[in-house]
């Protein structure tokens, strides 16, 4: 469900803090946050609930939640069987 589009859209404060340069490398756990213009060109180190991952901000991406794209799965991969030689 999307948010009212009377309200300003949601950021968190913390993230506020890192659309200055000099904070701009801290780790973020606010994945719920939408993404402004002014965050345009910024390296965020954005929590997917196991490790930090870096990822750089591009205008296609405003508008847009911070967690859209920090996959928090891992792509399965299916194990390749062995062929076994028959032994006679």
């Keep these: 469900m999307s948010r009212s589009n009377w309200k300003t ?3 968190d404060k913390s993230l ?3 659309l200055n340069p000099k904070h701009e490398k801290k780790p ?3 994945r719920r946050s939408t993404i402004y213009p002014a965050a345009v060109g910024l390296k ?3 929590h997917n609930g196991r490790q930090m991952v870096d990822r750089k901000i591009k205008p296609e ?3 847009h939640k911070l ?3 920090v996959p928090t799965r891992k792509t399965f991969v299916p194990k390749k069987k062995k ?3 028959n032994k006679k």
């Design 83 to 85: 062929i076994v030689a």
């Design 9 to 11: 859209p949601f950021i």
């Design 61 to 63: 991406m405003v508008g």
């Design 67 to 69: 967690g859209e794209f």
């Design 44 to 46: 965020l180190r954005i």
């Design 16 to 18: 506020l803090k890192r």
């Design 28 to 30: 973020t756990w606010s």
